[in-house]
């Protein structure tokens, strides 16, 4: 149980254009997920927290209008990194919280974003 | 904010040996949690802790929440190659407050 799933796994796109990266809880409603970058050799770093339903809030430093996060469901958030310049490709992973177990978060695989 | 200190940041060590690694907060957690990343992979939970003093294992994998709250540790016993990798511990407040420690990288030599 509690697994999450991210699309796409990897991605390789052109600066200027936008990516659209989703997050799903497969067995588990997730009333609330998080977004998290990862640079090589460094910690998670949170980005942004989702609450289904409602805008997502956003960690200081980090551009809500460049990292849009739409969280329209209890299992599915997406994060779309628009405009994308070489400087966003990082590992960017998900994780959700489940309704019956707040205390606890579960992590998606990843997705590693490069922008050329 | 609240934050977390792993120690030691990296180790290496030969397989078989056990493996000792803490984290320390200055503020009090209700739960920690450990979880384990691979490259190129998300973090996957080992262990969650609910009480303190509370001990428990998964496997080779012992973990151990601190009296105090503001500590935890994990010890990996005979150490294999496939535990390589890094080990986070995290700290959370009922819901409302997740931290995450700067991770302890493993390296198994063979």
């Known amino acids: ?116 | 904010g609240q934050q977390l200190n792993q120690s030691p940041q990296s180790m290496f060590i030969q397989e078989g040996e056990d493996v000792s690694m803490n984290c320390t907060s200055s503020s009090i957690f209700n739960t920690w949690l450990w979880y384990k990343q691979e490259p190129g992979e998300g973090p996957v939970l080992l262990i969650a802790l609910y009480k303190a003093g509370e001990l428990t294992s998964n496997g080779r994998l012992t973990a151990q929440f601190g009296i105090t709250r503001k500590d935890s540790f994990l010890n990996i016993s005979a150490s294999i190659p496939s535990d390589v990798g890094i080990y986070f511990c995290a700290g959370d407040n009922y819901g409302q407050n997740f931290v995450f420690g700067p991770g302890t990288r493993l390296s198994v030599l063979p």
């Open chain 1, 1 to 116: 149980g509690a697994v999450v799933s991210q699309h796409p796994s990897w991605v390789i796109c052109k600066s200027g254009t936008s990516v659209k990266i989703e997050c799903r809880s497969l067995d588990f409603q997730a009333t609330t997920m998080f977004w998290y970058r990862q640079f090589p050799k460094q910690s998670l770093m949170l980005m942004a927290t989702s609450n289904e339903g409602s805008k997502a809030t956003y960690e200081q430093g980090v551009e809500k209008d460049k990292f849009l996060i739409n969280h329209a469901s209890l299992t599915l958030s997406t994060l779309t990194v628009t405009s994308a310049h070489p400087e966003d490709s990082s590992f960017y992973i998900c994780s959700a919280k489940s309704v019956d177990r707040a205390d606890e978060q579960y992590f998606g695989p990843g997705t590693r974003l490069t922008v050329t």
